[in-house]
């Protein structure tokens, strides 16, 4: 009986002594990129980390202390099934998130108030979360007052090597809806079916049916004999 609360103990304070690993995740993983998962442990022991990613499977074995694993991620489904094994324990099961490397986008248009037929002049910079160029295909569109997205001003964009961000021209329609309207920018990976509101960028602004107001122009002359001190005011009012 002595003996086995000896041994009971004993195991106890071997399983408290025993730190877990450390491992180190992304809080997502980056699409169409290398991607790092750290595993750092008290000592050399192997690691077998699983990766299941719509279809794209990684299997991977590793020795040593402090291991890190690269892979590449590419299907275009919205999460990954991670699972680590260390020294044959399981230490993680999970999902995690995959998305386009897209932290934030700038959109600058040249005015704030349009009319039907006008066009949108626009400016795009697309920044990673290191603040680097986004150079990803990009789904770039106008939406009208009523929430749809006009398809005539459709278009596929990225940010060329040569260039530091993206200029389009976007036609607002001679028939159309009055109102706020907005010009959305989103990764194409996202596509038409699903949303993603950390991926959804927009800039807002109207289109009024509107008249520039009618101006009045005065004319004052100052005379002089030398023509070239005679001058000549005009205000707008």
Request: glycine share 6%.
């Amino acid at each position: 009986m002595r003996l086995s609360t000896v041994i009971l103990i004993t195991y106890f304070v071997c399983e408290v002594l025993t730190s877990s690993p450390v491992i180190v995740l992304p809080p997502f993983l980056k699409l169409n990129e290398q991607n790092v998962i750290t595993i750092v442990n008290e000592k050399s022991v192997k690691s077998v980390v699983q990766i299941d990613h719509g279809g794209e499977k990684t299997n991977k074995e590793i020795q040593g202390d402090v291991q890190m694993i690269s892979f590449h991620t590419s299907s275009s489904q919205p999460t990954a099934h991670i699972m680590i094994k260390v020294d044959g324990k399981i230490e993680l099961n999970t999902n995690i998130p995959v998305r386009p490397d897209l932290f934030n986008v700038h959109i600058h248009i040249d005015k704030t108030i349009y009319r039907k037929s006008e066009t949108v002049h626009v400016r795009i910079l697309p920044l990673t979360h290191s603040g680097s160029i986004y150079r990803g295909d990009l789904s770039i569109c106008l939406v009208n007052g009523k929430g749809f997205v006009e398809s005539s001003t459709l278009r596929t964009r990225k940010v060329d090597e040569t260039n530091s961000m993206i200029i389009e021209q976007l036609e607002i329609p001679s028939h159309t809806f009055f109102g706020d309207w907005v010009v959305k920018v989103q990764p194409v990976e996202i596509g038409s079916k699903r949303s993603d509101d950390l991926l959804t960028f927009g800039k807002v602004f109207q289109v009024q049916d509107y008249d520039l107001p009618n101006y009045r122009l005065y004319g004052f002359l100052t005379d002089s004999s030398n023509l070239d001190d005679t001058k000549i005011t005009i205000e707008a009012k």
